[in-house]
């Protein structure tokens, strides 16, 4: 291959990168990747080291109890979302991951509160269908506040009151 007028003399480099974990995973094909910035082949190379995702994609949740059974240090790691940390995969290998959400329920005590960790990062439009479906949710979700609301004001305004007239023997 060539590259364009400029350079008409010049070929473009290529470079074929395969993984020392295919053996484990399997081969996982990527994207070819031009760059013309790349004059030489392992400057490339190296470069396709750097992209290459060469295992895969980990999503995994748990509740924070079998968390903390799991990870003795658990009450003293930060587990806020951003944070990094290893899991161990089927295979026996760590595998770096980050903490991508925790759920706390703050107003209900019984539900165990949730960590999910991975190695995907959303896409900006995922982030943004995400939104969308929460701010489509928000009525909903203000109408039933509301509903609440006035049934506990309706049992509150009939709540039985009275005065004694009298004792019986």
């Given at each position: 291959?060539?590259?364009?007028?400029?350079?008409?003399?010049?070929p473009?480099?290529?470079?074929?990168?395969?993984?020392?974990?295919?053996?484990?995973?399997?081969?996982?094909?990527?994207?070819?990747?031009?760059?013309?910035?790349?004059?030489?082949?392992?400057?490339?190379?190296?470069?396709?080291?750097t992209?290459?995702?060469?295992?895969?994609?980990?999503?995994?949740?748990?509740?924070?109890?079998?968390?903390?059974?799991?990870?003795?240090?658990?009450?003293?790691?930060?587990?806020?979302?951003?944070?990094?940390?290893?899991?161990?995969?089927?295979?026996?290998?760590?595998?770096?991951?980050?903490?991508?959400?925790?759920?706390?329920y703050?107003?209900?005590?019984?539900?165990?509160?949730?960590?999910?960790?991975?190695?995907?990062?959303?896409?900006?439009?995922?982030?943004?269908?995400?939104?969308?479906?929460?701010?489509?949710?928000?009525?909903?979700?203000?109408?039933?506040?509301?509903?609440?609301?006035?049934?506990?004001?309706?049992?509150?305004?009939?709540?039985?009151?009275?005065?004694?007239?009298?004792?019986?023997?």
């Open positions: 291959m060539f590259r364009g007028d400029k350079m008409a003399k010049k473009i480099p290529s470079a074929e990168y395969s993984s020392p974990l295919k053996d484990i995973y399997g081969k996982i094909d990527a994207e070819p990747i031009q760059d013309d910035r790349f004059t030489d082949s392992n400057s490339l190379l190296e470069y396709l080291k992209k290459l995702n060469d295992q895969p994609d980990i999503q995994y949740t748990m509740d924070f109890a079998n968390f903390s059974k799991g990870a003795p240090l658990a009450d003293f790691n930060n587990v806020s979302p951003g944070n990094y940390g290893w899991l161990r995969n089927r295979f026996g290998l760590d595998v770096e991951v980050r903490v991508t959400s925790n759920v706390w703050p107003q209900e005590p019984e539900l165990v509160p949730q960590l999910t960790f991975g190695t995907r990062k959303k896409t900006l439009t995922q982030i943004q269908s995400d939104e969308r479906r929460q701010i489509k949710a928000m009525p909903q979700i203000s109408k039933a506040a509301k509903d609440a609301s006035s049934k506990a004001e309706v049992a509150l305004n009939s709540r039985l009151t009275g005065e004694v007239v009298g004792e019986v023997d």
